[in-house]
């Protein structure tokens, strides 16, 4: 079969994962904010090398049927408030009030997005003075600062007849022209806050999107691709770029970590597996619980809510590049970071604060000439020098105790992350670049005793985008609720679906296809739900019903081993490695390569294991167990 290509593009690494039908070949670059198609294609290079031993980025290209891509950019976006300025003209100002009604956050969002920008135009007026007044809230919104505009209109007439009148008075094909959203047209969601959060959010993070994934389409087409780049989304499922949500973006990486660890939870029979997603900048924490990923059916952006349906995924600000500091007397971790540059100190980037990474390179749990698979040296003198000034001087404490600490206070800020959400049966599926190497201290705290380190750890949210097909999703208000009034909407929704995949290249007939009669409250929330079927009308309860169409386009996934075959044997040592334990005590612990093990390798901690990109720190009294798919999972029998 052609290759899949998955990406996952965080804010300091970029994961590129290549699936060729029977392996995976992966690898990992330095993200380059300043062009991002930089870093996609320099991790395509890379990952060509690893697939057939010399860099041949054309074969790779040409032998690829998909690359699945998944960015941060959108979410990194909307910390930082790097959009467009935003405006609004709305038929009723009520809906302002609601849509700042919500949480402190979402209040905040809305300042920040829009603030005081804001129209009011009535819809009843005569079209020569509707005009009139529609051109007069335009410039007063552009000379306010707006770059792009949303029309909220209370129904779809009342937006339509806005829209009508804009587009003849401000032309797309101007230059200079003013974009503009109509909610209705965007989403057809009856709550009309959720729907103006919605178009407010879409319309911030598509130019932020667009401007970069266009670019790495055309990039493509200089190299003769024809198959188009795909964007993968929060709701698990890929679509090529133009027909891509922007909205759909934010978040999307901790899906693929949630799918990968669905995959693996069903291989391992695994019934409450916690996500703990560790990248440079965040902790993302998610739940799969008997084989399904817990979502929401309106997901919720700092606050806001929206008309889509997200992964329910927390994040934290830890990471293993936050910045661990003293402030008030106590180590504190996070929620800064030092990103990828100038990165922790130990990178010789110019870092001058310390980071988890420092504090594993000083305690012996990394190998300096053995980082990123060898293609990074760190530096630990530079470590040495960051934590005695910004920690063990102002606490008066030595150099090792100052490192203990460090450890101990990353380990409770990683336990509150996941804590909340642990339970007896609970297994902690632990990944990214940092997480294997503060999970069984994490762990400990958080009273979970079991631990799923995938030996793909370093690079799981792209290993998890293999588990995607090419999909979307469609819902529409029913107002007739009889069978041939749903008859009908079920026809409606079809024909754009048929249209939608058939520019994805795929046939509806070969598609499969979901349908779902949803049964809300007053809010639009979920109360109830059936199957639908053409010609029926079946009972569903509910104040107001909406037909959800789910179509996918299923591609190759891969097959994971069954475990239960592996016989136990004792692992293999590839040497030792002297760590510190305390402050006053260092040990030489016995380092296990995990692609070197046989499957069904044991041996008990405290002990090292080297993976792919990653190192994971196996606690005292904790046992290791090497699985049939070459991942490795911890126990605490005690």
């Known amino acids: 079969m052609e290759h899949l290509i998955n990406i996952d593009n965080g804010g300091t690494l970029t994961d590129i994962c290549v699936w060729d039908g029977s392996s995976f070949s992966f690898t990992k670059t330095l993200t380059t904010p300043y062009d991002l198609s930089e870093c996609l294609f320099d991790g395509i290079s890379k990952a060509s090398k690893a697939l057939y031993g010399e860099t041949d980025l054309e074969r790779l290209l040409h032998h690829t049927a998909h690359i699945r891509y998944s960015t941060t950019q959108g979410t990194n976006a909307l910390v930082e408030r790097k959009g467009p300025v935003i405006g609004l003209i709305v038929e009723e100002p009520g809906v302002v009030d609601e849509m700042r009604s919500g949480s402190d956050s979402a209040r905040a969002l809305f300042d920040d997005l829009v603030g005081t920008r804001v129209e009011r135009v009535d819809t009843s007026l005569e079209a020569d003075t509707l005009e009139r007044s529609l051109v007069q809230k335009v410039n007063a919104l552009t000379t306010n600062g707006a770059a792009r505009i949303v029309v909220i209109g209370d129904t779809p007439e009342a937006e339509a007849a806005i829209r009508t009148v804009l587009l003849r008075t401000f032309p797309r094909h101007l230059l200079g022209s003013v974009p503009f959203l109509y909610s209705w047209e965007f989403v057809p969601d009856r709550l009309r806050a959720r729907r103006g959060w919605s178009s407010v959010i879409n319309t911030f993070l598509h130019p932020v999107m667009e401007g970069f994934l266009f670019q790495a389409q055309a990039r493509l087409r200089e190299h003769k691709v024809s198959n188009p780049l795909l964007v993968y989304r929060n709701d698990g499922a890929s679509s090529r770029v133009a027909k891509a949500v922007a909205l759909k973006t934010y978040s999307s990486g901790p899906r693929g970590g949630l799918e990968g660890t669905r995959a693996l939870a069903e291989s391992y029979g695994l019934e409450h597996v916690l996500m703990m997603d560790v990248g440079g900048t965040t902790t993302d924490v998610g739940l799969v619980e008997d084989g399904v990923i817990r979502t929401t059916r309106r997901g919720a952006v700092e606050g806001a809510p929206t008309s889509f349906a997200m992964s329910d995924v927390h994040s934290s600000g830890v990471g293993g590049s936050s910045i661990i500091a003293v402030r008030d007397g106590a180590i504190t971790v996070g929620p800064r970071s030092v990103g990828a540059a100038p990165g922790p100190a130990c990178f010789g980037l110019g870092g001058k604060e310390a980071t988890i990474t420092d504090v594993n390179l000083l305690l012996g749990v990394l190998d300096p000439a053995s980082y990123l698979g060898g293609q990074m040296s760190l530096d630990a003198a530079r470590s040495e020098a960051v934590i005695r ?250």
Request: aromatic share 6%; charged share 20%; net charge negative.
């Open 389 to 638: 000034s910004t920690i063990a001087e102002p606490l008066g404490i030595s150099l090792e105790e100052a490192l203990v600490r460090m450890e101990q206070a990353y380990y409770a800020t990683m336990a509150g992350a996941v804590g909340h959400l642990a339970e007896d049966r609970t297994t902690l599926a632990a990944f990214g670049g940092a997480g294997p190497m503060s999970a069984c201290g994490a762990a400990e705290l958080a009273g979970v005793k079991t631990v799923l380190v995938p030996r793909m750890a370093a690079v799981f949210s792209a290993f998890g985008i293999s588990f995607s097909d090419i999909g979307k999703t469609y819902e529409a208000a029913v107002e007739d609720r009889s069978a041939p009034g749903l008859a009908s909407l079920a026809d409606q929704l079809a024909s754009r679906a048929e249209r939608d995949m058939f520019q994805e290249g795929y046939a509806l007939e070969g598609c499969t296809l979901q349908w779902t009669l949803v049964g809300e409250d007053a809010r639009g929330e979920a109360v109830d739900d059936a199957p639908y079927a053409r010609g029926e009308a079946p009972a569903v309860s509910g104040e107001q019903l909406s037909l959800r169409l789910e179509v996918n386009a299923n591609l190759p996934h891969s097959p994971l081993a069954d475990h239960s075959a592996a016989v136990r044997q004792a692992a293999i040592s590839a040497g030792s490695r002297s760590v510190r334990m305390s402050a006053t005590l260092c040990a030489e612990l016995p380092v296990y390569v995990l692609d070197d093990q046989p499957h069904g390798a044991h041996a008990e901690g405290p002990a090292i294991v080297e993976g792919p990109f990653f190192t994971a720190r196996v606690s005292a009294g904790w046992e290791l167990d090497v699985t049939s798919n070459g991942d490795l999972i911890l126990t605490d029998p005690r």
